[in-house]
């Protein structure tokens, strides 16, 4: 069955420090490949999403994402993070398919706490 | 503009109260979808209509019922909920496919906040 794994599910770090969310799929068709924040209270917002092309993609907010076809992996990166940063981290990967590209596969998320 | 708007943002209901969850988009997306969300995990997949008809049912149980009255438009009607129901329910939205890749971005709205007492 298709799945996506969050490694890291709770990630406590102090303002200025670098950031790296591991995520990864099994599916070894197409995907397209999500990675979407929830800040406390609020809804799902796209950070960023690869498609196709150059497999490193920028997001909103300094946040960038690196596709490694060979590892099945698209983990997410933001070189400073900031307490602004404390947020639900949700990687969903959508199967590329002729017929139905309706789901997405969620991971089950990272919470990340940024200290001041 | 990929917005998704939500009404009404928090609902309170009794085990046998009939209420309605709506959802609007003018992004032009023919896809919408509602999901489910319980605190910290990622939303579960409820049901979805594309070009306003159902195209999957994630086999919900038959007090949610779906209705997408035109291609903006997505309600979600409540009716004798259980107390394991309260929950966050959100509604998106994407283009839809084939459209070519990324065609399926989802937008999310910002959710109804619901609680069965």
């Known amino acids: 069955a298709q799945s996506v794994s969050q490694h890291n599910h709770h990630v406590i770090l102090s303002e200025a420090a670098s950031l790296e969310l591991g995520c990864n799929y099994s599916?070894?068709?197409?995907?397209?490949l999500f990675w979407y924040v929830q800040y406390p209270g609020q809804h799902l917002q796209l950070l960023l999403k690869?498609?196709?092309?150059d497999p490193l993609v920028k997001g909103i907010k300094g946040f960038e994402a690196e596709f490694i076809k060979s590892k099945f992996s698209f983990n997410l990166r933001k070189p400073s993070v900031q307490w602004s940063d404390t947020a639900e981290y949700f990687c969903?990967?959508?199967?590329?398919?002729?017929?139905?590209?309706?789901?997405?596969?969620w991971g089950l998320g990272t919470s990340l706490a940024v200290n001041p | 503009d990929t917005e998704v708007t939500q009404t009404p943002k928090h609902l309170v209901m009794g085990m046998t109260n009939k209420k309605s969850l709506k959802c609007e988009q003018h992004?032009?997306?023919?896809?919408m979808y509602w999901y489910k969300q319980k605190a910290k995990k990622p939303p579960e997949l409820m049901f979805v209509?594309?070009?306003?008809?159902?195209?999957i049912n994630e086999s919900v149980p038959s007090r949610f019922s779906p209705e997408c009255p035109n291609s903006s438009l997505l309600n979600l009607h409540l009716h004798a909920l259980q107390p394991e129901d309260s929950a966050l329910y959100l509604c998106a939205s994407s283009q839809t496919v084939p459209a070519g890749p990324g065609a399926d971005t989802q937008y999310f709205g910002p959710g109804t906040r619901l609680t069965v007492l």
């Open positions: 599916y070894g068709g197409t995907v397209n």
């Open positions: 209509y594309s070009y306003e008809k159902l195209s």
């Open positions: 690869y498609f196709s092309g």
């Open positions: 969903a990967v959508s199967p590329f398919n002729a017929g139905n590209n309706r789901k997405l596969i």
């Open positions: 992004m032009g997306h023919r896809a």
